[in-house]
């Protein structure tokens, strides 16, 4: 079961449910992968919608290997998200959302 309050989202991959968390660990995976000089400029991308599919994966990725699932990036790519590419969105957000949030805000 995820815990919202230590920054899981609970996503299923290929019939799973698996938890994803943003550790920092996952967090400087994620700014590897997106070539990111820092991460306010995609927390303002999905803020704002306009997030795209690459980010979207890159965050699920990290998230993934942050809840110490060694996932491939090939079986994220190639596998089937419950809830199709609109939960895989929301759960980024979520992730980055919970991730940055600070002790006693509500991020969803």
Known sequence: MANPMAGEVALTLD???LVLKLTLGALAELEEALG????VALV???EAGRFRAKDVLAVLLAGL????HAVAASALVGGE?????IEGARVAGLLLA????????DAA
């Open 15 to 17: 019939g799973e449910r």
């Open 36 to 39: 990111a000089d820092s991460l």
């Open 44 to 46: 303002e991308r999905f």
């Open 65 to 68: 290997h942050g809840g110490g």
């Open 81 to 85: 998200i419950a809830g199709g590419p």
């Open 98 to 105: 919970r991730a940055f949030a600070l002790p006693g805000e």
